[in-house]
């Protein structure tokens, strides 16, 4: 099925697109361009208030997933990264790293890079969609990809015609030529996360 995701502003890795859109078919992008080209066809439609741009990636992956601690919202402990207070379990590590990984795509990241060498923790990802970059280590690290990183860097790689249809849209005020710098620092909250085609998250 195509689905024309349409925001307010599009940029593409290299381009900035007034009233942009990305037509998605299936896993991969299928058109890039203006909204108002792109609608009208049999593509069901988003409508996206902020930028769309491309997913981006989380240099620190492994020491968020197998160093940091995700409590779970039962334990009344926030949804920052912890240090472990004590020796986890590998089964408790699965359940930190897939609320690791769900808080992940809230930040708008589609890859993550690091070794993982849990099996639990692998399994977590596989299992979740998220772009997995063996090499590199960055160490700790923040959630937000955005939070040490300009946008520019931050980026898993650009949207094109026939690429993957991975993305994130953001928050973003209406002005007639968007400064990507504006991103910069994680001051924008993350409206959706799409990986695939598929919305993985949207912010409620």
Known sequence: MLTLHRARHLFTGTDLVADGAVLVDGAHVAAIGPGAELAGGPARVREWPGVLVPGLLNRH???LL???YHPDPREEAGDRPLLPERELTDEQWG???RRGLQRLLGHGATALAGPLARPSVRTA???SGLRHLP???????PLDPLAATPLAQALHRPLTVGGAADFAVFAAEAVEELDVEELDGGGAA???TVLDGRLLYRRR
């Open 66 to 68: 197998e160093t940091a």
């Open 135 to 141: 090499g590199g280590e960055a160490g700790p690290g």
């Open 61 to 63: 992956g492994a020491w």
């Open 95 to 97: 359940g930190s790293a």
């Open 190 to 192: 993350c409206l959706a």
């Open 125 to 127: 990802l596989a299992r």
